[in-house]
Each structure stands twice: as structure tokens, then as C-alpha cells.
């Protein structure tokens, strides 16, 4: 079974930093672009980042580009997010998910995200 | 403000048919991109509910149904269960945006 486990969470100073990461297992990660969603308190989901399976492409939300930096490991299959200048918007539950593996949008060549983690919190607070 | 636009809650009895609109534009469902939709219960991660406009990951019951017209898709739930109150998320792509993804706001679904 497909099983991704998001840790690193926590609380943090603004203008802090924090390192998320996500275990894989029970799939071929290097085969499966991923991608980091998050979820402030109440409200509703917001893509943050996208790497291919390869990490030659990598995309970013405008709201934390050139503070955030995804990056993966496929010989310890694992994505991570490292977070920079945290800001108290950044506060949520951050969650890795990976594509469904089953269909592809023919017009843009991405998937649906078949397959999320249990999310790990990051609280931006002094 | 998300470029999907999704209402904000619906409701309805036990038995009844509810659907949820996720209404964009020529620069996303209008343009031809697949439309795909979650479902999320308070404190847990969010499920795939309905993949590539109208198709139900194995175990969905088929009592979701999904589907796309110009620049809307809708999510219709038919013979609405007391287990079927919960948070559902349409999802697309942009052609305006930096990223691959882009949610609606998000629909709670309430069973009176």
C-alpha cells in the first residue's frame, strides 16, 4: 500500500526556518512527481510546490516562491520542504501528495493527486 | 480568491440528490483541463473522489458522480448518507498560473 508520512512540523519564530520531510513507501518513488499542499486552520486546501520525478522541474505557489525550496531523495525515497522567512500565514497542516498514477490530463500531462500524507503542522508564532 | 468558485456550503436530507458547482473560466475548465474532486472530514487528509471529470477511484461509492459542461463541472451526490457530510474541493489547472494545481475554496456538505 502506498504510504506517505510527512514529519518536521512544529513552532517557529517568524522569520524562522523549518525543514519538512515525507517518507515514502509501497511504490517506485523515483518514478512519481510530488508535490506539498497545504491547509491554514479552517480553511481550504492551497498547492504550495511540484517536483517531477527526476527533480528537473519545479514549480512554486507565487506566495512562497523564493522562500520555500522543494527537493527530493529517490535513494531514501523522500520529498522535502525547506521553509525560509516563515511567515504567520504560513501557518497549516502541510501534506505530501503524490500523483494518481492512473490518468493523465492529455492537454497538460499532469495527474489527479491520488495519495496524500496525514499532514504535519507548522505553527508561525512568536 | 480562488479562480475556481465553489459554493460555500449546501445541505440536504437524508435520501436526497445534492450537487456542487465549481465554476472557472477559458483559462482552466473552460479550456479543456480535466477537472478532479476531494473529499476531506475534519482533522483527516483529503481523498480522491473523482479523477479525470467523471471517474471514480476503486472503492467510491457510485452514489458520487461527477461531470463537466463549458466552464463548470459539478459534483452530484445521490441518496446523500449521514457519512457523506464533510468538505469537498474541486481541482484543476490554470493556464495563468505558475503551478500544475489549483483548488476551489471548498463546499461543506451538510446532511439535515
Known amino acids: 500500500d502506498v504510504q506517505l508520512v510527512e514529519s518536521g512540523g512544529g513552532l517557529v519564530q517568524p522569520g524562522g526556518s523549518l525543514r519538512l520531510s515525507c517518507a515514502a513507501s509501497?511504490?517506485?518513488?523515483?518514478?512519481?512527481?510530488m508535490n506539498w499542499v497545504r491547509q491554514a486552520p479552517g480553511k481550504g486546501l492551497e498547492w504550495v510546490s511540484y517536483i517531477s520525478s527526476n527533480s528537473r522541474t519545479i514549480y512554486y505557489a507565487g506566495s512562497v516562491k523564493g522562500r520555500f525550496t522543494i527537493s527530493r531523495d529517490n535513494t531514501r525515497n523522500s520529498l522535502y520542504l525547506q521553509m525560509n522567512r516563515l511567515r504567520a500565514e504560513d501557518t497549516a497542516v502541510y501534506y505530501c501528495a503524490r500523483e494518481g498514477g492512473q490518468y493523465v490530463d492529455i492537454l497538460t500531462g499532469y495527474e489527479d493527486l491520488g495519495y496524500w500524507g496525514q499532514g504535519t503542522l507548522v505553527t508561525v508564532s512568536s | 480568491q480562488s479562480v475556481l468558485t465553489q459554493p460555500p456550503s449546501v445541505s440536504g436530507a437524508p435520501g436526497q440528490r445534492v450537487t456542487i458547482s465549481c465554476t472557472g473560466s477559458s483559462s482552466n475548465i473552460g479550456a479543456g483541463y480535466d477537472v478532479h474532486w476531494y473529499q476531506q472530514f475534519p482533522g483527516t487528509a483529503p481523498k480522491l473522489l473523482i479523477y479525470?471529470?467523471?471517474n471514480r477511484p476503486s472503492g467510491v461509492p457510485d452514489r458520487f458522480s461527477g461531470s463537466k459542461s463549458g466552464t463548470s463541472a459539478s459534483l452530484a451526490i445521490t441518496g446523500l448518507q449521514a457519512e457523506d457530510e464533510a468538505d469537498y474541493y474541486c481541482q484543476s489547472y490554470d493556464s495563468s498560473l505558475t503551478g500544475p494545481y489549483v483548488f476551489g475554496a471548498g463546499t461543506k456538505v451538510t446532511v439535515l
Open positions: 509501497g511504490f517506485t518513488f523515483s518514478s512519481y512527481s
Open positions: 479525470g471529470n467523471s
